[in-house]
């Protein structure tokens, strides 16, 4: 299988790995910084294990001609607009799309722009980091990838299917893909939310008094917004996320936090703000969701001045 990443950021190195370990052809479409980074220092990933270095081929832009079997996607979601004119070449040329951003909002973008058909639904559960020598450090042990054709879409096809289960960690050929991805919308907007709305890690919150509750409460003001969309979490998986959200000790803290801890631009329109509008809309009370999402907003607009 040939496969185009696009973004050698965390998510996108580490599964990238992946494919190279398993056999597949793997290229990287990444800016000039990046791409002289993995020249010189390859692609390194570290667990809390081992620490693996791959020589990766790059490319800066694609030529008209370029062809794979698959696309991932893997960039910031403020960077959507400018992944999707660079990934043209590749999608034109019959390559199938697997999204691992974050949030929902972009499946209408991709949709539009390359046709629903040629979109697979994706969503991984993995903490990663880029570190600033460039290499990808795991934080945990959690590695989840789902992956699965929506609604109405033929299935996957064979060889890509094949090709994505043969990554070592655990993968999913999800038959319900898009229940999948609301979980971790939901999950992911409620750590990003408490964590960025209390500045601190899971561990730091549940320490203080009323700390759990608050997260707790943050969870189901979100579980409340997927259950009006029709994606209600099984008692399963609200359990699951509430002993996450609360667990004594625990370093846990949401990629949007180390972002802002960093002085970066965060992804909260794509996932807060998102989940947000997704509330008012169907009516439903998330004033924590409401505080958290301001929270970072006054960061972004630090940052712009």
Not at 33 to 51: D, H, K, M, P
Not at 97 to 109: A, E, F, I, K, Y
Not at 164 to 170: A, D, S
Not at 247 to 265: I, Q, W
Request: proline share 3%; with cysteine.
């Amino acid at each position: 299988m040939r496969v185009l990443v696009l973004g050698a950021g965390a998510v996108g190195a580490w599964y990238g790995a992946r494919l190279i370990e398993s056999g597949a052809e793997v290229d990287f479409l990444v800016r000039p910084a990046r791409a002289a980074n993995l020249a010189r220092n390859g692609l390194r990933i570290q667990t809390s294990t081992e620490v693996r270095r791959f020589d990766v081929n790059t490319h800066e832009c694609l030529p008209a001609d370029y062809s794979t079997d698959l696309v991932i996607l893997a960039c910031k979601s403020y960077h959507l607009d400018s992944a999707l004119d660079a990934i043209v070449p590749a999608m034109a040329n019959g390559a199938c799309l697997l999204p691992l951003l974050n949030g929902l909002r972009h499946m209408d973008v991709l949709d539009r722009q390359f046709g629903a058909d040629n979109v697979l639904g994706g969503v991984c559960h993995i903490s990663v980091t880029l570190e600033a020598d460039g290499s990808i450090r795991q934080i945990g042990n959690t590695e989840r990838l789902s992956f699965g054709a929506r609604p109405d879409q033929v299935e996957t096809p064979h060889a890509i299917a094949e090709g994505l289960l043969g990554m070592r960690g655990e993968i999913i050929q999800s038959p319900d893909i898009v229940a999948a991805m609301w979980n971790k919308f939901t999950m992911l907007s409620a750590l990003a939310g408490i964590t960025c709305l209390m500045r601190a890690s899971i561990g730091e919150i549940v320490a203080v008094a009323e700390g759990a509750d608050l997260a707790r409460w943050m969870y189901l003001e979100c579980a409340e917004v997927a259950r009006r969309s029709g994606f209600a979490p099984s008692e399963e998986e609200v359990g699951q996320a509430l002993r996450m959200l609360t667990a004594e000790h625990s370093p846990l803290k949401a990629s949007m936090l180390r972002d802002v801890e960093r002085g970066h631009r965060t992804e909260v329109e794509h996932v807060l703000g998102d989940m947000l509008a997704r509330a008012h809309s169907l009516g439903v009370d998330a004033p924590l969701l409401a505080a958290a999402c301001a929270q970072v907003r006054v960061h972004e607009a630090r940052l712009s001045g």
